[in-house]
């Protein structure tokens, strides 16, 4: 959005649809907390769900602009995506879809989701079953890759990429099987090179990844809740020990203190030892009070992102959540975590190049598959051992007679305004949510463990800039907060390759991605995933955007910065369930039952399969590649 004309037309475009919108967030939010409690919630009515967070929106304000290439009609879950989404939610096709089916055509496996764990569940069902066998990839969006894709803008004839959510990777061991995973798709799974600094004599650092940090050159603000409504910037706040925060002097001491290593609570050496299993049965809260010395108020009231893993606050997630990834995937922390210039879409791409090269007609090299446009007739060509039909929405799946003996599984699914079926003799469910609602014969068992699979919403806004040199007068490029939308920032180096110029700067365009979460403490799981979805589905873009606007020009004003002339474009990437929370006794149950994920992960269900990184309780492409790799290798047993 080099010369702001893009912006221009699109809000012409949007303007009307805008001052149609009949219901806002605001009024959204109003609505009667126990139909909230109740929104999403297996069992629940029906009707009531139907009357919860149903948008007012036309699509225009829902999505937005989105971007420029391949990806802009795909930034999160678009309009069409939710309207989908929830007419399988409330039952629109399913119940008759499959009762009078002709089918299309027939495969040897179809899998019901498009992104890193579906692709990583073609691949290994034709490496392990053998030549001469042929999948189908069915994804409800316009985009391969789930959420792992990337908004791309133009900022004054630069070309500058953004995850739209899955971002980061972490080189794997040698040796390991998500190293084979990663050789396999043509990527070395090593660390990159970064733009180093070319920016004057500051020398700031500049972080690789958008998450920040707590060193010299991280800022926190303060705003109105601290007395403050003019704003106050304190720079390098760990390193003055907090001196010159707004905090009460009992909270500084907790915080400082907290920095200092404890041993008040288990801490796990392997999945599965006693110490992680007394994790899962507390609180993330619970155990950073007995770790940390911290109280409940100040982890609530001053450390927003304590658990913004997983989207939920600290005190309905279980205390093993954190150390899950690292127990079961050790990688190589020599290293640090990496980042794609698109984050874990540069992994989606070259899942895709091993699946069907012509998808990415480029070199087999990070500068290829990040640079080429998709060759999007390439995806679903008859007579290709792997099909990928993009805009193919999954709404019922069901065995050809008792799960026990049938020989083959019908999916019925909507494509370009259609009901279509296909056969196949084995099935692997590679979605999320919509699992359990969508196969019409899953046992009382696997319904019930579906049920306490709880999800937060997210909204991931890609904010394009003109220049950070604003930051660097103050010599940060890390930002935190505690108030409005977002809690935090960095500015990051990218990667030497895509395009990206040869050192960073602060007078050259930079993309800033900041995650929004919807966290509520004390209020429980449910309800906090309810409320959040309500304000995500009915807060239109032009909300979203003047929020942000106003946010930054009271944080940033003071050191010179323009809303007008700085922001070149704002991308928002809306994900109704994006994370998956793990409660207490996700993965190891409670009182004698089993752990509900475990319910879904130790057999198939006749001849279907679940993956997907839900049944992992972590949120991590790994999860996504090893629990679809499990289910396949399930199915052909």
């Not at 299309?104 to 899998?111: I, K, L, P, Q, S």
């Not at 409800?140 to 803008?153: L, M, T």
Request: net charge positive; glycine share 12%; with cysteine.
């Amino acid at each position: 959005m080099g010369s702001g004309m893009d912006r221009r037309k699109f809000l012409k475009a949007t303007g009307a649809a805008a001052a149609g919108a009949a219901v806002t967030g605001d009024k959204l939010l109003g609505m009667d907390a126990k139909i909230a409690r109740e929104d999403y919630v297996a069992g629940a009515p029906a009707a009531m769900q139907r009357a919860v967070a149903r948008p007012a929106l036309a699509a225009a304000e829902w999505d937005g602009f989105g971007g420029l290439g391949d990806y802009a009609t795909a930034n999160g879950n678009t309009h069409a995506v939710m309207t989908a989404g929830h007419a399988i939610r409330d039952g629109v096709y399913s119940p008759g879809m499959l009762s009078t089916a002709h089918v299309d055509e027939a495969y040897d496996c179809v899998v019901v989701g498009g992104g890193i764990s579906g692709l990583a569940a073609a691949q290994t069902f034709l490496e392990k079953a053998g030549r001469g066998k042929t999948c189908l990839v069915l994804e409800n969006h316009s985009v391969f890759g789930g959420e792992a894709r990337r908004n791309e803008f133009d900022v004054n004839g630069q070309r500058m990429i953004a995850p739209q959510g899955s971002a980061m990777f972490f080189p794997p061991l040698a040796g390991s099987s998500l190293l084979k995973f990663y050789q396999s798709i043509g990527f070395d799974g090593k660390g990159f090179d970064y733009q180093p600094w070319g920016g004057g004599p500051e020398n700031i650092p500049v972080a690789i990844t958008s998450y920040a940090g707590n060193g010299k050159n991280m800022g926190m603000f303060f705003g109105k809740m601290f007395g403050h409504p003019e704003g106050l910037w304190l720079i390098d706040p760990w390193g003055k020990k907090l001196e010159g925060a707004p905090f009460p002097e009992n909270v500084k001491a907790e915080l400082l203190a907290a920095r200092r290593p404890g041993s008040g609570a288990p801490k796990p050496k392997l999945y599965g030892d006693e110490a992680s299993r007394a994790l899962d049965r507390m609180t993330q809260e619970e155990f950073m009070m007995q770790r940390d010395g911290l109280s409940r108020e100040t982890i609530r009231m001053y450390m927003p992102d304590a658990a913004s893993g997983a989207g939920a606050s600290g005190d309905v997630i279980s205390a093993l959540a954190d150390f899950v990834p690292d127990l079961v995937f050790p990688w190589d922390t020599k290293q640090r975590s990496q980042m794609f210039p698109d984050g874990n879409g540069g992994i989606a791409r070259f899942q895709m190049k091993a699946l069907v090269p012509d998808a990415l007609p480029g070199p087999l090299t990070l500068d290829g598959t990040c640079r080429t446009r998709i060759h999007f007739a390439a995806l679903d060509r008859p007579n290709q051992p792997v099909r990928v039909r993009l805009k193919a929405t999954v709404m019922a799946v069901k065995h050809d007679g008792d799960a026990a003996a049938a020989k083959t599984v019908t999916v019925g699914y909507m494509h370009e305004g259609r009901p279509r079926h296909v056969r196949a003799k084995s099935v692997v469910m590679a979605g999320g949510w919509t699992t359990a609602r969508t196969i019409m014969d899953l046992p009382q068992g696997h319904r019930e463990a579906y049920s306490q699979f709880h999800r937060m919403p997210c909204l991931v806004a890609n904010i394009a800039l003109t220049n950070w040199r604003f930051l660097a007068k103050q010599g940060i490029s890390e930002c935190k907060w505690y108030e409005g939308l977002g809690e935090s920032f960095a500015v990051r180096r990218w990667p030497l390759f895509g395009g990206t110029p040869a050192t960073i700067t602060p007078d050259e365009p930079t993309v800033i991605t900041m995650k929004i979460y919807f966290t509520q403490p004390g209020v429980p799981l449910q309800e906090q995933a309810a409320k959040g979805r309500i304000k995500l589905l009915g807060t239109p873009f032009s909300e979203f955007e003047r929020q942000i606007r106003e946010q930054f020009t009271l944080m940033f004003a003071r050191w010179g910065f323009d809303a007008k002339r700085d922001i070149a474009g704002i991308i928002l990437n809306r994900w109704g369930h994006a994370y998956l929370v793990a409660q207490p006794g996700f993965f190891f149950g409670e009182e004698g039952n089993a752990a509900p994920r475990e319910v879904l992960r130790r057999a198939p269900f006749g001849r279907i399969g679940f993956a997907n990184s839900d049944l992992s309780g972590i949120m991590d492409h790994r999860a996504s590649i090893d629990e679809a790799q499990r289910a396949v290798n399930q199915l052909l047993a």
